[in-house]
């Protein structure tokens, strides 16, 4: 039986060429990284070739996460024996191809740029890393082909302790754009340092802090120029452990204001929790005025402060976004809205909405909760004010006192409510009293065709309005001869895209119409709106009156389409009414200019509608087949009467639209196709002319 000492040589011996072995053979090697295999099932790789003591490679190396997958299809270590006798460990080269990063949200891939596939030392215990060929989810990033390249420096490897620390030099932002939205673009550069700990008994953690310096955001805008907002310095700095990462983010800018945010991340779980807080301070308002059409000036400072919550597939936000001291120019207004003010109450999908603004000396106050559910919005929006100065410029200078309420529910949205016009003054443009009326026939054939909703959520909501306006009679009118005040009420309604309706009485109050020199009383005036508002019927009687008779004007009918006609007290023929209204006295018995006058009038009347009066005109003075008719184009246009004076003498007067100037001809038919032609005019003439037709 051999001896304890026996034993325990062979024992040592045997020990020793076990220990020789692992150390010193590939299969040793094998060996022992299967036991550690066994020992970490998230670990897989294989021996290629070499010895722990000379220098080992290993193939098909991936280490498996909850998170993702990392793996690196070769590696090769070559260290220092020397180092190893001392519980230390000093790298001379790495070699290393195919790093693979593939993470539950995605891939990261990327070559090593060396042909040989080394990571080459800089100098003893560094090494750097350069790849390029980066790709996400099976695309490349940016238009160019990006290069990464880490520079470490020495690793620091104990038994029960290992540091690495990395460096990361300059790298063009542009190798995002392909991630960002169509025409956001990031000009900058950015730069960076790593740091990678670890501790026994611990795991592993690492630190990334990412710096770019004094450059731009880019965003798209509807004018040709884009929006270049600058700023100082922009850094994300990040902890990644096991069961933990701390992302943090942080931007100095004068066009972006200072903010940023903390989040922490567990991506061991799932759905992987979220928290954190969001801070930002300073961001100006102007940039609204290019992102949204109807504005044309925004001023004012938002500012954010919240906590974040959820996971990553659905993030909370619970906090406030407040925009104070803001100045809101819509498109429609000459006037801003000044000390806006909107404060919103954010608590997930809830939203608590406080605000208002000043117009002239009025105040409006805005008021309502909005509450997301699933895409749609919900909730209601109430807006009240008194004394709100509202200016359009020529058009319209009105004093409001709103109470309107927008309901949004199941897609939908609905605005009710009142505005009280409390006083201001309203303008029409004005017009040349020759202009010819478009002819009911007429089409338009570039008008565009209303959009309707896509059935498949092409519109994301559907508007119908029910409002009631009232009109108090300090609003004063004036436009095309017409002065007075306008009262009455009206009742708005549109459903969705459909033609929009208007029901009501708009009044005319001590009104006065001025026309050829004269200043008629308005004794009745009424716009009736009983469908289209394009289309009111027209209740209108404008007098000239003396002790001994009164002589009048009626317009009734449609607004496109009105008919004109003449009254008087006691009787009269038309062409009496008419040269009482303009001259005051009988036909005949004025001046030449007054006579122009009369004339001109019984033009205008058949051009906006008062055909019938000019016919009734010329019969009286023996012409038939009146006519009343437009020719010529640009300078040359003129508004013309013309009708036989006998069966073949044809007399016509035309009036200069847009020049001081008349022209009156008269054509003798010698047969239907030769006729004699005098005209007196601007020039006058003499000719003979003969008509035919061909095909």
Known sequence: MPSLRTVLVATLIALAWATAWVLSTTAGAQWLLDRLTEAEPRLEAQVASGTLWSGITLRDLSWDERWGRVGLARLRVDWQPACLRQWTLCIDGVTGQGLVIDARAGAFRAAVLDADGRWPLSERGRFQLAIDGIRWRGESLGEQ??????????????????????????????????????GVRLPGRVSGTGRVDWRSGHPPRARLTLVSRASQVVLPMDTEEPLALEYHRAVIDADLRPQQVDLRFGMASPDL??????????PTQSPRPLQGEVWLDGLPAAPLAGAL???????????????????????????????ADGLLLPRALARPLRDFRLRLTMDGPRAEIAG?????????????????????LAGRLRLTGEDLAIDTGPTASV??????TVTLASGEARLDGVVDVQGGAVSLPSSASDAVRVSADAVRVDTPAPSRPDPDGGLPLALSTDVRL???????????????????????????????????VVRLVSGHLEAYGQRLEVRRGRLIFAGSPRRPRLDIEAVRASPRRLAGLRVTGPADDPVLTLFSRPPMEQ???????????????????ETALISQAAVSLGVFGGGQIGGALAEEIGISDFRLQATGQGETAQVAVSGYLAPNLLIRYGVGVFTPQNTLSLRYY??????????SGAESALDLFYAFDYD
Do not use: C, H, M
Not at 257 to 266: E, Q, S, T, W
Not at 356 to 376: D, P
């Open 470 to 504: 009232n009109l108090g009679e300090g609003l004063r009118f004036r436009g095309r001869g017409l002065t007075g005040a306008l009262a009455g009420r009206l009742r708005l309604r549109q459903q969705g895209l459909d033609e929009p309706r208007a029901d009501g």
């Open 399 to 404: 004093t409001l006192a709103p109470d309107l």
């Open 257 to 266: 204001g200072r903010g940023g945010f903390a989040l922490r991340v567990d």
């Open 575 to 593: 062409s009496r009414i008419l040269a009482y209204l303009i001259t005051g006295a009988p036909p005949g018995s004025g001046t030449p200019d």
């Open 293 to 323: 059409p109807g504005l044309r000036r925004s001023q004012g400072r938002i500012k954010v402060a919240g906590r974040v919550s959820g996971n990553l597939s659905r993030p909370r936000f619970a906090g406030d976004v407040t925009w």
């Open 356 to 376: 208002g603004f000043r117009a002239g000396e009025g105040e409006a106050v805005l008021s309502g909760r909005l509450q997301r559910r699933g895409q749609a």
């Open 145 to 182: 082909p990006v290069r990464l390249q880490l520079t470490t420096s020495a690793l620091q490897a104990r038994p029960r302790s290992a540091t690495l620390r990395l460096d990361l030099p300059t790298l063009p932002l542009a190798a995002l754009d392909s991630w960002l939205p169509d």
């Open 670 to 679: 010698l047969t239907e196709q030769l006729y004699l032609e005098a005209i």
